[in-house]
C-alpha cells in the first residue's frame, strides 16, 4: 500500500496551528483565584484540616503538571523553529513559565 504525498500547501497552516497551541500551553499560568488559593493555603500549610491539606497537595500536583507542561510546549516550539527556520510562523521564545 502506498502512503498518499503531503499537500505541501497545507504545511504553514499546520506548523501555524501546533505553534499557536504550543504558545498557548508555554505561556499558561494559574488563574488568580487558583494561585491565591494555592498561596493561601500554602502560607498556612502547618495548621490545615485534613480536607484543606488534600486541596493544597492536588493544587501543587496541579501548578507542577501544567509547569511541565509549559515547558515541553517551549521545547516543541523551540524544536520546530529549528526544524523550519523559514517557516515565518512560529514564535521567537518570549513566554515565561510561572
Known sequence: M???APDESQVPAALETCATRLTNLASYQL???LRRRLDDL???KEFLN???RD???ALVAF???RTIEALEARLALRRLREAFPNAGVIPVESTRVS
Open 2 to 4: 502506498t502512503t498518499p
Open 31 to 33: 488563574e488568580p483565584a
Open 42 to 44: 500554602g502560607a498556612r
Open 50 to 52: 485534613p480536607p484543606e
Open 55 to 57: 486541596e493544597l497537595l
Open 63 to 65: 501548578s507542577q503538571r
